[in-house]
């Protein structure tokens, strides 16, 4: 595709149900980002993939955040037992070049409401 | 300290006049920066890059990077009330090879 593509745009999970949010990064960039983004704040980084390997997930705010990247391409953010506090919107990103010395494109986000 | 600081705003221009916008950055090793501007709902959309030390301009808009100081700023000349959101300053650190991002100056145009 022309761009990042996320799913689904919108997402309402009861408290504790699991929820696995999808992201389709442009063609082969290499590097993909997730950020979660509470209302009125900036981006807050979750976990970074340069390919298949997770080289950084120092963001995940708990152990109920999992991503995965497994072939490099499409990567799922998986949130278990969801909270009221995981409520925001989730943001992924991805860059062309290893070196991330080029600007990270965004999609166009998941808004997550835990009720 | 906060990896990238921005104040928060709001900041108002009237409209033509020059908006000013300004971030700094703990990580001296820093290579890569970048503005975003964020309008309400919708997701961040790269407005400048800039990797080395001065001015770089493209149309309306100038950056600047002092990296001695730590300090990156975005100009807007002309302001237009299309200009009104939110401007996000990201920071390449390069020692964790990842993107972060300050809180974000919301930027107000009044015509």
């Known amino acids: 595709g022309a761009g990042v593509s996320q799913s689904p745009r919108y997402k309402v999970a009861k408290r504790g149900q699991d929820v696995a949010l999808r992201c389709d990064p442009i063609?082969?960039?290499?590097?993909l980002f997730w950020y979660q983004q509470a209302l009125g704040q900036g981006p807050e980084f979750l976990t970074y993939?340069?390919?298949?390997?997770?080289?950084?997930k120092s963001g995940l705010p708990s152990d109920r955040f999992f991503a995965e990247r497994p072939e490099g391409s499409v990567s799922t953010l998986k949130i278990q037992r969801t909270q009221q506090e995981d409520s925001a919107v989730y943001l992924c990103?991805?860059?062309?070049?290893?070196?991330?010395?080029?600007?990270?494109?965004f999609g166009q986000g998941t808004r997550l409401t835990v009720v | 300290q906060k990896e990238v600081e921005q104040n928060s705003g709001p900041l108002s221009v009237p409209e033509g006049a020059i908006a000013s916008l300004n971030c700094t950055y703990s990580?001296?090793?820093?290579?890569?920066f970048f503005w975003y501007r964020q309008y309400s709902g919708k997701s961040p959309e790269l407005i400048m890059s800039?990797?080395?030390?001065g001015d770089k301009e493209d149309g309306r808009f100038t950056a600047q990077l002092n990296k001695a100081s730590q300090y990156v700023s975005l100009l807007i000349r002309d302001s237009q009330p299309s200009d009104s959101a939110t401007y996000l300053c990201?920071?390449?650190?390069?020692?964790?090879?990842?993107?972060?991002f300050g809180k974000g100056t919301r930027l107000h145009i009044l015509p």
């Open positions: 990103a991805s860059s062309p070049r290893r070196d991330l010395n080029t600007e990270a494109f």
């Open positions: 063609s082969g960039h290499v590097s």
């Open positions: 993939f340069q390919n298949e390997a997770q080289l950084d």
């Open positions: 990580d001296r090793v820093s290579q890569s």
């Open positions: 800039i990797y080395s030390n």
């Open positions: 990201a920071v390449n650190m390069n020692r964790d090879d990842k993107i972060i």
